[in-house]
T-cell receptor
């Protein structure tokens, strides 16, 4: 069965601190996608990144970076120099290659204080 | 086209009533998904369509739930004889599946409260 675990329920940091959100997944598929979505208070899920299971290169986009390690089934997300606007719930998700059906973790609520 | 649109944004209904939600996907997207999200949880998959064909339904989708996508464009999700346990955020998403699949884009959701 497929499963995504986000062990951190809530994280609080002060602005400009770096923060890492953990994600561990389980799947028997050899081909799959991993995602991160942001859900601000407005409720809409905002897509941040998609990685396929063959691409273990780390990725950096501005203040965001992602570390994909197949050996530990982890796909962690780091925000560098956090800002108040980063406050949201962040979801890690896994999908089967053919259906795009998403299996979400329970989310990590990030609060960034000024 | 500015994204996935859901209507209404909020719905309060009495237990036992029927409700219907609408989702308008991004126009060129051929896949449409419905998810349900309860407080403090991640979204849970309910069903999805490729064009007008409903390809998969979750066991969460009891016989009181029905979804349609009659012309492969907008979709409706109906809940009959609502129960308090149906109170949740109902999210719609769309994507394009083809030579190059896109990721799923989500609407802002319909928050259902059953009283």
């Amino acid at each position: 069965a497929q499963k995504v675990t986000q062990a951190q329920t809530e994280i609080s940091v002060v602005e400009k601190e770096d923060v890492t959100l953990d994600c561990v997944y389980e799947t028997r598929d050899t081909t799959y996608y991993l995602f991160w979505y942001k859900q601000p208070p407005s409720g809409e899920l905002v897509f941040l990144i998609r990685r396929n299971s063959f691409d273990e290169q780390n990725e950096i986009s501005g203040r965001y970076s992602w570390n994909f390690q197949k050996s530990t089934s982890s796909f962690n997300f780091t925000i560098t120099a956090s800002q108040v606007v980063d406050s949201a719930v962040y979801f890690c998700a896994l999908s089967e290659y053919n259906t795009d059906k998403l299996i979400f973790g329970t989310g990590t609520r990030l609060q960034v204080f000024p | 086209d500015t994204g996935v649109s859901q209507d209404p944004r909020h719905k309060i209904t009495k237990r036992g009533q029927n409700v219907t939600f609408r989702c308008d996907p991004i126009s060129e997207h051929n896949r449409l998904y419905w998810y349900r999200q309860t407080l403090g949880q991640g979204p849970e998959f309910l069903t999805y369509f490729q064009n007008e064909a409903q390809l998969e339904k979750s066991r969460l989708l009891s016989d009181r739930f029905s979804a349609e996508r009659p012309k492969g464009s907008f979709s409706t999700l109906e809940i009959q004889r609502t129960e308090q346990g149906d109170s949740a955020m109902y999210l719609c998403a769309s994507s394009f599946a083809g030579a190059r699949n896109t990721e799923a884009f989500f609407g802002q959701g319909t928050r259902l409260t059953v009283v």
